[in-house]
C-alpha cells in the first residue's frame, strides 16, 4: 500500500504570510486616510479596499477547496486501482 506524504505550511511561512497581509492592508488604509480627497471619496476607496479583501479571501477558499475535491477523487481512483490489483491473480485459470 503506498503513503502519500501530506504537505504541511510551516509556522514560518503562515506568520510570514499574515504580517505580509497585515502590512499591506495597513499601508493602503493609511494610504486612503492621509489622501488629500473629500470624505466620499475616501469612503469609497475604502469599500473597494474591503471589496478586494473580501473577494481575495473568498477566492483562496475557492482554490483549496478545489483542490481537496480533486485531492479526494486522486484517493479514491487510488483505492480503486489498488483494489483491483491486489485482486488481480494472472495464473489463475477459470
Avoid at 500500500?1 to 511561512?13: D, G, H, L, R, S
Wanted: net charge positive; glycine share 4%; hydrophobic share 45%.
Amino acid at each position: 500500500m503506498t503513503q502519500t506524504v501530506k504537505p504541511t505550511t510551516t509556522t514560518a511561512f503562515h506568520a510570514q504570510a499574515v504580517i505580509s497581509f497585515a502590512v499591506s492592508f495597513g499601508a493602503l488604509a493609511v494610504g486612503i486616510t492621509l489622501l488629500p480627497v473629500s470624505t466620499w471619496m475616501r469612503s469609497f476607496l475604502a469599500i473597494g479596499l474591503l471589496y478586494v479583501v473580501t473577494s481575495s479571501f473568498t477566492l483562496a477558499k475557492c482554490v483549496r477547496d478545489r483542490q481537496e475535491e480533486a485531492n479526494v477523487v486522486s484517493r479514491v481512483d487510488q483505492a480503486r486501482l489498488d483494489k483491483l490489483l491486489a485482486e488481480h491473480d494472472p495464473f489463475r485459470t477459470d
